[in-house]
Each structure stands twice: as C-alpha cells, then as structure tokens.
C-alpha cells in the first residue's frame, strides 16, 4: 500500500485544479494493470442482494476516467445497477475502470469522498463516511462547507471512532480488515 500511495502523490506535483487532479488520477486508473473488468464486474454481482435497481430512488456517483467529470447513475439512467456499483467502487490504481456506454468511470470518491450535494433540496441528512471526512484527494469545497450550504433541518454525520479506525487500519482494502471493522462498526452502530 506504500508504493501505491506514492504512486498518488506524483499525480498530486504541480496540480493546478481539482478537475485536473481528477484527470491525472483518471489516466493513472486507466495505465494500472488490475484484475479483468468482467471479473471485478462478477465479484460485484456476487455481493449485491439484487441485480435490481431499488424501488426509492438511489443515486450512485462516479467519475469519467478521461474527463474527470462526474456521473450520477440512477434508477432513470438506463444503467445497471451492477455497472454503476461496479464504476462507483472503481478504486484508481486497484480496481479496473467500469465501462458504461463507451465511457471508462473510475469511484465516485475522486470527486468527494461523500458527495453530499447530490443530496441538495433534502430536509434530514444521515451521511456515511466509513473513512471520516478526510479525502485523500483535493476537493472542490470542505465538508463542513458544502453540508452547510444545503440548508438540510438535520444532519447526522456518521464516521468510524477509536476502534473502528483501529480495526480498518492503515490498508482499507486489505481483506483481513474486514470482519474486525465490521465488528467494530456494528458495536459503534449499537452505541
């Protein structure tokens, strides 16, 4: 996970613009040599409890890996659900970009680890940040600034505490992290 974080940084040197970050860490997702699309596509498939878009509305972000420009993928999108799940989790450099409608999309979180203003006009706010609000990339506007400016009733922000932190670790995507974050976030969960 060393080399990979350094890998990032050199996308970071001289950076002038949060779009122009987007595009350098597109063009590094699209030269990283990760699994076969198809087979990330069925482990993804695997997990989803449907293949089925849900009845309420959902809407799933990503980003064109050339372009840096966002997309939300929703019930109305003409897209299925498995692809826009499997673009949204498409991490640069470990996982492969997602191919939708000609276009390669790599994760949601290169442009905002919470994408919150996709959630603008709502009244109660409930957002999941299982990393906290630090991203590990430049963003347009903080957190804390793009929250207050929905004008939301309520906002409940939900991050991992002392032992949740511990239990994911430095390494996210490490596998052995899994069953000791779960705990760890299900006993924060009951607290």
């Known amino acids: 996970m060393e080399s990979y974080g350094a890998a990032l940084m050199t996308i ?32 993804i498939a695997s997990r989803l409890p449907s293949p089925d878009w849900p009845s309420r509305r959902l809407v799933i972000i990503a980003v064109d890996a050339e372009t840096g420009e966002p997309r939300a993928f929703d019930n109305d999108s003409g897209v299925d659900l498995v692809d826009a799940v499997a673009a949204s989790c498409a991490v640069p450099g470990v996982w ?3 191919t939708i409608d000609g276009r390669r999309y790599v994760d949601g979180g290169v442009r905002s680890v919470d994408n919150v203003d996709y959630a603008a006009g709502a009244k109660r ?24 400016g929905l004008g939301a009733e309520s906002v409940t922000v939900i991050s991992p505490d002392e032992a949740s932190v511990a239990a994911i670790g430095t390494n996210p995507l490490d596998p052995a ?6 705990r760890a976030g299900r006993e924060q969960g009951l607290r």
């Open 12 to 43: 970071f040197e001289g950076v002038r613009t949060v779009e122009e970050t987007r595009r350098r860490i597109g063009k590094f997702a699209l030269a990283a040599d990760t699994v076969p699309e198809a087979d990330r596509r069925a482990a």
């Open 96 to 98: 492969p970009p997602v």
């Open 125 to 148: 706010l409930v957002v999941l940040l299982p990393m906290g609000e630090q991203s590990p990339w430049p963003m347009a506007q903080p957190f804390d600034e793009v929250v207050a």
């Open 177 to 182: 992290t899994r069953l000791p974050a779960a």
